[in-house]
């Protein structure tokens, strides 16, 4: 902050549109309202949590350590409310703030913003996307095993320990985040903390079962293969689902590995094809969708040229060795030469013949006369590419397998189902890599106590939240109004990232005068985005 003493200049920037979006959802009410009252407080829990999500979208490198350092010479009571000064917001505020959040149940609390953030912006959901990853900790934090379960929903206390790293760091003790997301824009509607060694086959359904009411789920559900088993199949009655059957199954690797005739296949998206079988698998009727996909095959051919590389150095040495051998009789050399053969991948031995060695009592030439201590063969063959084994790992190739217990075709067409499934990728995994940028300032935990590091995994949600639920209503504003931002080449766009609209508000000023404020470097498309977005407050607007 530049100060005279008759002018002072904050930096403004996105944060009037971040705080425009945590209003319009109403979240500090509904915190202060579910948390209660803590008398004393000059910063209530709802607030400073408003103040933790500006800090975590403000895309600088400011970790929660150095939380009251952000709103140094940013207009801190225009952003939070009058007589809020950033002396206010310390490492104090935010540890009781965290405290305060993990004792009224961070799941519960979440849903409960989910749910009004979907009464102010009422975006349609036609499915709803289950996943988790894993974030990285710091610290010894006991032994891992201090984690307990109360009698109710939520655990009391996660367990901070080693498991399956997301973030290939395997080192280092973890905890998981469960989201549930909308296809609509990402937008995260329930999130859970998990232990580090959580397993998403016994974790994601229990949690859909636990949470239905919450959530008022009749939408399809879409989860991974890891969910897909027979016990979960049972817990998911009354469900509709849509997941990847594991390629392990005997029953999938048959029709994975199936040779189809063409008139079988049917058109589905742009670049893919498939079929339906129907399955009882787990007792459950079901349709099984076998998807060939172009650009997938184009992958794993890529891959099985590599492998047959790979295969092709190990089959030379078989072969190395088998002709280093000697056999008592041509029979002998044939067998071995075919049972080597038949272990090979994808190549084969062809045999050449053999060649008879004579063993002798001395060395040198025999004397005239002389017999043979022995006789033995010594194998002659190649090696080649065995176009049948290569044939048969191509016809697999670029080939996945969905299941839905949805048996109306016409209300859940195969295309669908396949959309339904594709759409994973551009939800909750891309709110997954959202959070782990090394822009977003929790990207790893350095909280001394798991119920903190809790408490945090549930502001990290709500910065999603919030990103996802503005780009999304920016977005359909501007369809809306036939309106357009500057992409990042000054062409006009009306699907810009959130991310971007931030970076054109990068040297927007808020200034005082001489008791007057003004608004510096705002834009015609400054101007657009703050009205779009109800963010007229905050930029002077109204």
């Given amino acids: 902050m530049a100060a005279t003493p008759d002018l002072q200049v ?10 425009s979006i945590v209003d319009q959802i109403g979240l500090v009410q509904t915190v202060d309202q579910f948390v209660g009252p803590r008398p004393g407080e000059k910063v209530s829990t709802g607030m400073a ?35 809020i000064t950033p002396e206010l917001l310390n490492d104090d505020r935010m540890g009781r703030m965290l405290d305060s959040l993990y004792a009224a149940g961070v799941t519960e609390l979440f849903v409960e913003v989910a749910k009004s953030a979907r009464r102010a912006f009422p975006f349609p959901v036609r499915a709803l996307h289950v996943d988790s990853t894993s974030f990285h900790v710091h610290g010894a934090y006991g032994s891992g095993e201090e984690g307990q379960t109360d009698t109710g929903d939520e655990p009391l206390v996660i367990r901070l320990t080693h498991g399956y790293s997301r973030d290939h760091r395997p080192d280092l003790k973890q905890w998981v985040m469960n989201l549930i997301c909308a ?60 997941m990847r059957v594991p390629a392990t199954l005997k029953e999938a690797k048959v029709l994975l590995r199936e040779e189809l005739p063409q008139e079988a296949w049917r058109p589905l998206l742009p670049g893919y094809r498939g079929l339906e079988v129907e399955s009882e698998y787990g007792g ?100 080649e590419v065995d176009q049948e084994k290569l044939e048969r790992a191509r016809r697999g190739l670029g080939r996945f397998l969905l299941a839905t217990n949805v048996l109306d075709r016409e ?29 977003f300032f929790a990207e790893s935990t350095f909280l001394k106590r798991p119920e903190r590091v809790m408490a945090l995994g549930m502001v990290m949600a709500l910065a999603l939240l919030v990103y996802a639920l503005g780009e999304w209503a920016l977005r359909r504003r501007l369809w809306e109004a036939g309106s357009s931002l500057p992409d990042q080449k000054g062409r006009p766009t009306a699907k810009p990232t959130l991310r971007w609209v931030f970076q054109l508000f990068m040297w927007v000023r808020l200034v005082e005068l001489g008791g007057r404020w003004f608004v510096l470097n705002l834009a015609p498309h400054h101007e657009t985005a703050v009205r779009l977005l109800g963010a007229g407050r905050y930029y002077l607007l109204e």
């Fill in 49 to 83: 949590l408003k103040a933790a999500i500006l800090n975590a979208l403000g895309f600088v490198t400011s970790p929660l350590y150095l939380f009251g350092h952000f709103f140094q010479g940013k207009p801190t009571e225009l952003l939070l409310g009058p007589g």
């Fill in 10 to 19: 904050y930096d403004l920037g996105h944060l009037g549109l971040v705080a």
């Fill in 411 to 439: 209300g859940l067409p195969p295309q669908e189902v396949l959309r339904r499934y594709k759409d994973q990728a551009r939800t909750v995994e891309r709110g997954f890599r959202f959070l782990k940028d090394p822009l």
């Fill in 183 to 242: 296809d609509t824009g990402g937008i995260p509607l329930l999130f859970a903390p998990g232990d580090g060694n959580q397993s998403d086959q016994e974790a994601l359904v229990p949690l859909l079962a636990r949470y239905r009411q919450s959530l008022e789920l009749g939408e399809v559900v879409v989860l991974d293969g890891a969910s897909y088993s027979q016990e979960n199949l049972g817990a998911l009655r009354g469900f509709s689902w849509v």
């Fill in 284 to 383: 459950v009727r079901q349709r099984w969708l076998l998807v060939e996909s172009q650009e997938r095959a184009r992958m794993e051919e890529a891959s099985l040229q590599q492998r047959i590389a790979r295969a092709e150095g190990e089959a030379r040495k078989v072969l190395g060795r088998l002709t280093a051998r000697t056999f008592a009789c041509e029979a002998d050399a044939r067998r071995a030469l075919s049972e080597a053969s038949g272990r090979l991948p994808l190549h084969r031995l062809v045999y050449l013949g053999v060649q008879e060695e004579r063993q002798w009592e001395r060395v040198g030439r025999p004397r005239k006369g002389e017999r043979p201590l022995a006789v033995v063969y010594r194998l002659r063959a190649r090696l």
